[in-house]
């Protein structure tokens, strides 16, 4: 064989005379031989370009055939093209990889679930083990462990973080401390997965959140195994931004729920407690665009003495959904305030009427009053309508009439003016309060006519006599029934009876104070 200057200093084993075989790496002697015995190739031959390392270089070999049969091979330092190719290639497989973190991260709003992908995730493509830490409970650290190739565990661990370096740093949302100075036998037991074995390598990484630090990340490798580069803790880094703002939306998520579940046990019509002498049951239905709470809304305040009378309200604020479920919170905090007005409905109007109007909303509510007392069998109830509806009296012959109540709406004018009217309730005989959700229910056999004052009073004819429960069941059914599935307000409805049979049960018929009436 022959060589020029540049190939001698390559090659130095190459002489004249001396084997292919000896004097060039075993993938230019498998291509020269490719090249001079042509046909099928065995397994392990290089294709064509062939290429490979001589030393720390990657060069390209290039076979010219001479007319003489023999073979001159040009070689081409590839390294730059190499390690360029290289690191596309590795940039487009994190690039993909933290789309997916990205997309199976933000696929759940529960934070158990994204610390466990997050440690998943990091511990099969980014270290051999890798740790998921949320900021304190109390004086325990919520640590998910997870192993390559196996499942992710969780533990409340009651350790200082700063034993670990850097770590107490990360969980405050400094930057991280870099791999190198952390040393990994100082690492603490806790830190280590059972069986792991000795630890090569350890980085630190913050999981920054909205606003405030998430948690903090921790890669772990095997003693032997090689250390992390500057590149893989920047790509780590990049991946603990991600997962911390996956769990920072988890953890918002959670806090919000936990606050509207608050919100809501305070916003849904109560269970309505025992009124002496008085049957009362209520019935309420969320708009079908919105869950659980809405602008309709009603309240039973039992009297605080034997013989005074208590108050039942039933009331419907401007709007659906959330910002009219606040203001009827503010409205039954206000009234529930002015409960030693109990019998003074203009009163407690123009009071309410004021707070509405110092709130600097724009919302406003209808609502009735109704002041209720037994007077031996009878019950006495006192009606103030403030822009809602009529109350309806059915009495025990199947008649319905209307309470003889007006008023206009409250949080609107600067001034509320109501006429309050007194009905009796023999036994068997009912009022009724509704809101206008059961009127202007649209449906029907064509969908586009509204339930109406007419249907309700007919409907409520026939509940002459029933308890109040079995009026709220009718009247919700039959508006269900007409709606036929489709869209409707908020409904709501509550019916006051007299009972035909009057329980002197002393176990229930005592007043708050504890006295019996």
């Not at 661990?157 to 400094?174: H, I, K, M, N």
Request: contains cysteine.
């Amino acid at each position: 064989m022959r060589c020029n200057d540049a190939a001698q200093a390559l090659l130095p084993g190459a002489r004249p005379g001396s084997r292919l075989a000896d004097a060039v790496p075993a993938w230019l002697a498998a291509a020269h031989q490719a090249v001079c015995l042509p046909g099928p190739r065995s397994a392990g031959e290089p294709d064509a370009p062939w290429s490979g390392m001589i030393e720390d270089r990657r060069l390209r070999a290039h076979p010219s055939v001479r007319q003489d049969g023999a073979v001159a091979w040009w070689l081409v330092d590839d390294t730059d093209h190499h390690l360029a190719r290289e690191a596309l290639r590795t940039e487009r497989e994190r690039t993909a990889f933290l789309a997916r973190t990205s997309s199976t991260l933000l696929s759940s709003l529960n934070l158990e679930r994204c610390m466990d992908v997050t440690a998943q995730l990091a511990a099969e493509s980014l270290a051999d083990a890798a740790l998921a830490i949320a900021p304190a409970r109390g004086r325990r650290l919520p640590v998910v462990t997870c192993l390559r190739g196996a499942a992710p565990t969780s533990a409340l661990e009651a350790v200082d973080a700063d034993e670990v370096p850097g770590l107490g740093e990360a969980l405050r949302g400094f930057p991280p401390v870099p791999s190198r100075w952390i040393d990994p036998a100082a690492a603490p037991a806790w830190l280590i997965p059972e069986d792991f074995g000795p630890v090569g390598a350890i980085v630190v990484t913050p999981l920054p959140g909205h606003g405030v630090p998430a948690g903090a990340l921790v890669l772990l490798r095997k003693e032997g195994s090689a250390a992390f580069t500057e590149e893989e803790e920047v790509f780590a880094r990049l991946f603990a931004a991600r997962a911390g703002a996956a769990m920072s939306a988890a953890r918002l998520y959670a806090e919000q729920r936990a606050i509207t579940e608050v919100l809501m046990r305070e916003l849904l019509p109560p269970v309505l407690p025992r009124i002496t002498g008085v049957d009362l049951a209520g019935g309420y239905r969320p708009s079908s665009d919105h869950e659980r709470i809405g602008g309709d809304f009603y309240d039973v305040h039992p009297a605080t003495a034997a013989g005074e009378p208590s108050l039942v309200t039933l009331g419907d604020v401007c709007g659906k959904g959330l910002e009219a479920a606040v203001l009827t919170g503010k409205i039954r905090n206000t009234l529930h305030a002015l409960l030693p007005l109990a019998d003074d409905h203009q009163r407690i109007l123009t009071l309410l009427n004021t707070a509405l109007l110092n709130a600097h909303t724009t919302r406003f509510a209808t609502l009735v009053l109704a002041s209720v007392a037994r007077h031996g069998d009878a019950v006495r109830v006192r009606l103030t309508s403030a822009g809602h509806p009529s109350p309806l009296i059915v009495r025990a012959d199947g008649t319905v009439e209307e309470a003889d109540t007006r008023g206009t709406l409250v949080g609107a004018l600067p001034d509320v003016r109501a006429r309050t009217t007194t009905v009796t309730l023999a036994p068997g005989e009912s009022c009724v309060l509704y809101t206008d959700g059961i009127t202007e229910a649209q449906g029907g056999p064509l969908g586009d006519a509204f339930y109406g004052e007419e249907r309700l009073e007919r409907a409520l004819a026939g509940c002459a006599g029933m308890p109040a429960e079995g009026i709220v069941e009718h009247v919700q059914m039959l508006a269900s029934q007409w709606l036929g599935g489709r869209g409707h307000d908020d409904m709501a409805v509550v019916a006051i009876s007299a009972p035909r049979s009057p329980h002197r049960d002393a176990a229930h018929d005592r007043t708050p104070d504890g006295r019996t009436a």
